[in-house]
């Protein structure tokens, strides 16, 4: 059926490091989204990407739509960027809705 | 812009009363908006999709009669548990894609609408 899967469910990183999260999805998607959920639940838009490569600040994104993946890439991570990353996809059959993955629990230690 | 607000931003009911949830778009408007929950350190299930105008799309295994959605304008949208359960208790999430932004190519996410129930 179709799924969106992520990986690694947690993360543990040490303030200043790199780190990439990865989504896979089954089929041909019309949009992809990463989110970044905060300690309050307050869902804050990434990237809107549902194909090449896009870069704010200290994260950027690269979806390979033809091999159903795409890659969320934080660096020189602060402990502000702790909190749950999702992907959502809107496969192309499955008209408006947005399918979301199982998230990576990313923690930044000072 | 496209900024979602919800309301209330948490509730705590006792058993069997109904709770009302609004969700607005504040800059935008939106002929369809989107109800999700979420279990603690779980991911967003989709409830239904929330029609302006017409009658909401549920996901499977989600009871209209128990969540009721009305769309009544552009920017407004209404989820109501009625006769709430403990079992309800969760974390209510609406958001909307902004008609001018590509439509539905970008949802905006509200802040979510804790909910207990006693």
């Known amino acids: 059926g179709i799924q969106v899967e992520q990986s690694p469910p947690d993360l543990i990183l040490q303030e200043g490091a790199n780190s990439t999260l990865r989504c896979n999805f089954s089929?041909?998607?019309?949009?992809l989204q990463w989110f970044h959920q905060n300690p309050w639940g307050q869902l804050i838009n990434l990237f809107y990407i549902p194909s090449g490569t896009k870069q704010n600040g200290r994260l950027s994104a690269t979806t390979v739509a033809t091999e159903r993946y795409s890659l969320l890439y934080i660096s020189s991570s602060q402990t502000t960027d702790s909190g749950v990353y999702f992907c959502?996809?809107?496969?192309?059959?499955?008209?408006?809705?947005?399918?979301f993955g199982g998230g990576t629990r990313v923690l930044v230690k000072p | 812009g496209a900024v979602v607000s919800q309301h209330p931003s948490r509730v705590i009911c006792k058993s069997g009363t109904s709770v009302k949830i609004e969700c607005r778009s504040l800059?935008?408007?939106?002929?369809?908006m989107f109800w999700y929950r979420q279990f603690p350190k779980k991911s967003l299930m989709l409830m239904a999709t929330s029609n302006e105008g017409s009658k909401a799309t549920y996901e499977q295994g989600v009871e209209k009669d128990k969540f009721l959605i009305n769309h009544a304008s552009l920017t407004l949208s209404t989820l109501t548990v009625t006769s709430a359960h403990p079992e309800d208790s969760s974390f209510y999430i609406c958001s909307a894609g902004d008609l001018k932004r590509g439509g539905l190519e970008t949802q905006y996410f509200g802040p979510g609408t804790r909910l207990l129930v006693l």
């Open positions: 959502a996809v809107r496969f192309k059959a499955a008209g408006n809705k947005l399918t």
């Open positions: 800059d935008f408007q939106a002929t369809t």
């Open positions: 089929d041909s998607v019309n949009n």
